[in-house]
């Protein structure tokens, strides 16, 4: 691999996971039925100021997931979501073992399917991780705010 695009394997990821945590936290901020669901969600398993804590975790992802597009403040941003899936990983998805999709039966309309595990937190953790100690990537807010510097993003690769 030409090693003048190593530089650039983080931008897919970085696309990806703000994608992902968009769609996860618009319902969290956007949605009364989306909201309410995760403050019961929030209630059911014993946390703490369910209320606040649904706004707080909506805005990481869903903020935190445009800032991951933009590619700014990514540092930071990584270690805010990462900390929501690490929650999400032990409160939510370890109950349920590995396998990220649980068939629980069959209907006529097909599949029906159980509470997810934690496959999917790993992977996002992962991604996470890896932005984290790869930098940003080209065409980022970081990058562009490091060049008026004259430095290099925090975490980026030479």
Same mark, same amino acid.
Request: glycine share 22%; charged share 5%; net charge positive.
């Given at each position: 691999? *030409?090693?003048?695009?190593? +530089?650039? %394997? %983080? /931008?897919? /990821?970085r696309l990806i996971l703000g994608i992902g945590f968009v769609y996860h936290g618009f319902p969290k901020l956007f949605? #009364? %039925?989306?909201h309410d669901g995760f403050v019961g969600m929030l209630q059911?398993? #014993?946390v703490p100021a369910a209320g606040l804590m649904a706004w707080v975790?909506?805005?990481?992802?869903?903020? #935190?997931?445009?800032?991951l597009l933009?590619?700014?403040?990514?540092?930071i941003v990584t270690v805010l979501q990462g900390l929501v899936m690490l929650v999400a990983l032990f409160t939510?998805?370890?109950p *349920?073992?590995?396998?990220?999709?649980?068939?629980?039966?069959?209907t006529d309309q097909g599949p029906q399917f159980g509470m997810p595990g934690y496959e999917v937190n790993l992977l996002y953790l992962a991604g996470l991780a890896a932005l984290f100690l790869f930098g940003p990537s080209p065409m980022s807010v970081d990058e562009a705010m490091?060049? +008026? +510097?004259? #430095?290099? %993003?925090?975490?980026s690769m030479p």
């Open positions: 691999m *030409n090693p003048a695009w190593h +530089k650039w %394997a %983080a /931008l897919p /990821l949605s #009364g %039925a989306g059911g398993i #014993g975790v909506g805005l990481v992802e869903f903020v #935190g997931g445009l800032m933009a590619g700014a403040f990514v540092m939510v998805h370890l *349920n073992g590995f396998n990220f999709i649980h068939i629980t039966g069959m490091a060049a +008026k +510097k004259g #430095g290099a %993003a925090p975490g």
